[in-house]
């Protein structure tokens, strides 16, 4: 059993910083799996915020570039998001998600964790 547990959300204001965490528990060899975060808005579809891969490569939304940073820890088993100047429009539900990087049906979620920027 995998599981995907995140923290670090809250509220912040807008133009803050904050930096959510997800740690990976269970049977799972952490280095070969996709790691992303996603966020989902009110009424919206989960949509794909950034991505990293074992071996650094990263991906992001157009809307996050040069704001948020992905990053990994494989010995930690836990993968990062760095999140600065934040706007109000960030605020979502943000998942972890892990992906078996040759098998996209091994994929795991966690249980979300809510970012609120406002004043």
């Known amino acids: 059993q995998v599981q995907l547990v995140e923290s670090g959300g809250g509220l912040v204001q807008p133009g803050g910083s904050l930096r959510l965490s997800c740690a990976a528990s269970?049977?799972?060899?952490?280095?070969?799996?996709?790691m992303g975060w996603f966020r989902q808005f009110p009424g919206k579809q989960r949509e794909l915020v950034a991505t990293i891969r074992n071996g650094g490569s990263t991906n992001y939304a157009d809307s996050v570039k040069g704001r948020f940073t992905i990053s990994r820890d494989n010995a930690k088993n836990t993968v990062y998001l760095q999140m600065n100047s934040l706007k109000p429009e960030d605020s979502a539900v943000y998942y972890c998600?892990?992906?078996?990087?040759?098998?996209?049906?091994?994929?795991?979620w966690g249980q979300g964790t809510q970012v609120t920027v406002s004043s």
């Open positions: 998600n892990g992906r078996h990087q040759l098998n996209v049906g091994d994929s795991y």
């Open positions: 269970g049977s799972i060899f952490f280095s070969i799996y996709v």
